[in-house]
């Protein structure tokens, strides 16, 4: 081997020194096992890829002739010595290129492989490479590379003794200190420990610095290597310039450690990432571990003197300096202080990682409340930093996100907002919000009140574009000042503009990444910049009052329809879908019910309710106003007055009645019905009314001297209505306590029809039966009535029975006594 | 039968179309309509134009309204005037050829309308036919003279042939039957009682409209000893305005004229009237108003518009009455009035109801009024009794002496006779107003 190393090597197979070819074979050795070419990551480069870099390198240096010569003596060498074959490749990777050039030039002319014809080399045909052995000898010389064994410059030179030079004791009897150097050498004493030769680096700072720098940045080296299980590991024991082993080995178990950790974790992150999704959050924050790993290599780039390619220049360079190239530095320090950064570092990435592993439980609101935390209160500076920028990207990422929910109408909402499922579930929602339960997370650094405005200005917005689009109603240019953005293409386009991206950027420009000042409020400082500054807070403004006018015509009509619209059915007992059309076409529109609700207004076939068969279904946002429950209270009161109406109509067909003229006690009975039942419809209208006046008032916005804007005004709009419903409600006494009014009612009615039927068709007797069945299920109906103590004193007077002689009815009559008595 | 149908007036003799005077132009003005038909406003919603016009070819609106004269002094002298020559519809005004009237006399009216009655139906069934649904016809006449009370009375007859089914209310001006007054109608209560028998047998209401009354209100509140015909027309309008309010102006409460219940025992169908507060139109009305005082007013028995008012004797009723308030009124302030006032009410014995309906009754929204709140009370009680006594004790003076029957002989085809059963007639009337306010009104006879 030996000689075959130096024939490849030298040429002739001389009398080198032994010495020299120890060198050579301990070189050959260190190359292929410890000591081979890395990639970045610390990887070694494979035979095949120095090969390739190899003929590059010739094509690079003009030297295309001579490729052939090269690749001769390579696959002759891999065919028969994979080990030398790579040893050579290194050897040559590490040779500088003058010297590579000259010595292949040199080598081949005097090995007759090449020959110069016309100034240009051409390979000599039939010529071969001399060999000895199989191993051809190489026309280029690598020596130069091969005389690097030298350790520390610090170390003084020391020549090998022989060891039966060593005298054990010296004069005075005492251990030499030859022999005291020689056992106190912790090498010589590791050696001894283990029963063999030990291999150390013994490496200078810098080099040290970089090898453990590369380890936390995950990349191996030849002090620190990664085995099977991917963990880093020393390779050999090391000194450090003056540090003996056993110091060194100290303090890099800890690093050793965290770098694994780190390591680790790194690993596992990556396994967490995801190539390609639609969740902005997770590629943002993808993003952001990637940047960090990068402002943690440059960091690393940078301590070390390499500033070349440094992307986050802005970052990097306000940290402060790890000291790595200052000899005042203690090492002691340096190396607590990287320990300190990494430990920060990786902290920070161990939480990202819980953070991208349950990714779908972090909303950007919640990231950014634990970015700010972490940035005000973890104990690193390093670790502060990342947080402040995970804090900066998260804050950008929200305004961004806002600036785009506010004016694009596709913007994806649910990245910001959440769906409360039910507006019960929001405090004090909004008119929108009622419509849409969409809330926005609220967090130290963005309080409630503010969050449920972003959500409702956004709910608003998406409403108007919708509004839009229906074309329901048209702005023109008294409903949005000419000079403004008028329409929702409008203001996408705007938000297309540089102009706007200027307003976004200033928006944002004050965001310093580098900041440490404490500032809970910048989240909210920049919402409420970009609320001012974006259109869309105008335009849902303006549309919020289009809304309101319209919200205020709606009520009226409800109103009359719901309480009049019966009077003009030509047949009241029966009701359908075309009757209600029929209805709606002919009749409706001309007795001056707005047309365009009126088509609002539909029969629900399904309905298993007697009372309650209408719906109203109204386009949004007016449908806000009418949910079921709503629309049932109306119905209701359609049905009930329409009851009472039929009743009066069915007494009206009597007054002509043969059966009458001669009946004077059936004449009072068919008056009474009919006062009993026009009073109670008239108490029912009157209290109606009363809560109609209530709405109008509070709905006469411009009697009122406090300024509220448009969308505050829905939102009194929606509680007055609701109010309003209420007492509608308690005026036709339909609260389910009180038992069913309109079940009475319909009772009564019936009563009265079948009275009046049976006095048209000459009965007096089935009448008069009618009548007393009257009286009775008006008896049920007062005492319901005596359930509602505020409402009762309208209908005290229908009480049947007096006990005055006149006829007159006194505050002190046993009535009020006998009812007060029988409410309770 | 649907919602809110449609009215037509028919206005019958001088004193009938001089109340159609005062009351069209008080129409024209509520729903904002100029002499010519023309809208003046843009249309309100509860503006029931159609309830009192009709809309020809043209658009412009034309009252539904019949005028019927036997001399063409009142009705020419109407046609004359801006306000009416392009208003009215001249195929709806009957005057008839001679020209030459009733001569105060109810059987020359009521014959020479049986000469006329076909062309008169024809016009007031043409109307009816053209209307889609007709609700009830208001007819203004007055009972004391010749053409109002005979042609108006022969009218009604005809009216409820053809209508049975029809609301008829009369406005019935009664002559003026103050003792301290003189009237320029000697025979009036001869012309009253044959107008009575007619109007107990046809028409669903007569708001008795007592000149008396009207005159003494008129020159209280108008400052005047002699307040004219228009003072009291003025007067007369304003109860057929406001008694026709609810329906003209979309009142859900009352919607139509078929559901006011003011005569719950037929023939006791004679209405009083109250008006509150009294007020020259000329002048500034400087009061202030309140639901209370209209009330308080209203139920005074002097309030009535009859001049046997202050003769209310203590056991009069209240059969039934409406009391329609106008203004600026909310809701709870009538509900509570209402409740407040059923104590003050004397009622039939065995009634077990309240008898009295307060309502608010809708403004018209072109017409600022001069008070924030007003009242009229419609009231059926048996306190009008006491004039029907009072006219007819006149009746009976008369009869008795047989003075001016030879002008009622001499017409053809009339006989004292129909005199005769129309006094028994009201002598019925009289006393079921005085049966009624007993316990055992219904079961009398049983």
Redesign the interface.
Known sequence: MLSSLSFLINGEINDQQQQQKLRNLQCLYMINKQKPIRDDNGNPFSAQDLSDDLNQRIINLKLDAFQTVVTDILDKLKFHDEALHYFVLVATFRLPDEKLEKTLIELSMQQNLMMRIDGKYKRRLYSEPLEHDNIPRLAWDISPVLKTLKVAEIDKPVMPSEPSEVKPVDEWGLISRELRDILCCEELNLSAREGQPIEFFHLKSSIFFKNLLDMHRGVSSDLFQLDGDNHFYQAKPCRIDEWNLTTTRTVLQKHLFLANQLLEIVNKLKHHFVSSTTNSVRILIQRYLIDEQQIFSEYIDSSLGSSVNIQFEHIVGAFPSLNLQSSDSNRFEVLDHIYETVSAHYHVIREMNHVVSRMNDYSPILLNEMSFIGSQSAPQFYSRQMWRRLNVSLIRFIVNKLAEMLTTPDAELMELLTDAGDAKQIKDPSIWQRLNPLTMESSQCIDEELANRVADLIIGYQFFINDKKNKSYKSDGSTFAITDIQDAEELELFAKTPHFEKILDGILSELDVNSTDENLDELSNCIYKLLDQVPTTTLVEKYSHVVLDKSVRFFEFLK?FF??AY????NRTFFSQNALDTFKCEKLHR????AEFLKTVGYDMKSTMEDSFLTVNAPEPLNVFVSAGVTDIYSQVFTV?NMLHTA??A??ET??SETLKHE??L??A???M???V??I???M???I??AS?TLKKTLDFNKSSESRSSHELLNVCYRAHRKFIREVAGALMLNSKRGTTARVIKLMVSSVSLASKACVQGDAVGAEKQYQLFQSHLLIFLDQCRLDHSRY??Y???E???DE???????SSSYSDDISCRSY | MSGSGALMTVHVGQCGNQLAQAFWKSMVDEHGINERGQTTHEDDMNDKKDLLFYQADDDHYVPRAVLVDLEPRVINGMMQSPTFSNLFNNDNIFMSDHGGGAGNNWASGYFQGQEVQEKVMDIIIREAENTDNLDGILFTHSVSGGTGSGTGSLLLERLREAFPKKVIQTYSVFANSDPTQTTDVVVHPYNWVLSMQRLIENPDHVVVLDNAALHRLAAGKFKTDTPTFDHINSLVARIMSTSTAMYRFNSSVCPSIRYLDLAPFPPMHFIQSAISPVVDPNENFTRKTSVADVTRFLLKPTSMMVSTASRARPNDCMLSSYMFLQGQIEAHTIMSAEQNVDFAIRRPPFYMLKPLRMMHAPLSPYVKPQYKVSGLLLNNSTSVAPLFESLLTKYDKLRSKKAFLDKFEKIDNFSLDMMDDAMHIVTDLLDEYKAVVQKDYLTRGL
């Open positions: 009359t309480t009049s009077i003009h059915l030509k007795q001056g019910y707005d007055l009066l109509d007494v009206i007054r002509n004077p006690r004449r009072y068919f008056f009474h009919n006062t009993t026009f009073a419809r008239k108490n209208l009157t209290l009314e009363a006046e004193p309208l005290r007077s229908l049947i029975g007096s002689v006149d006829g007159r009815k006194s505050r």
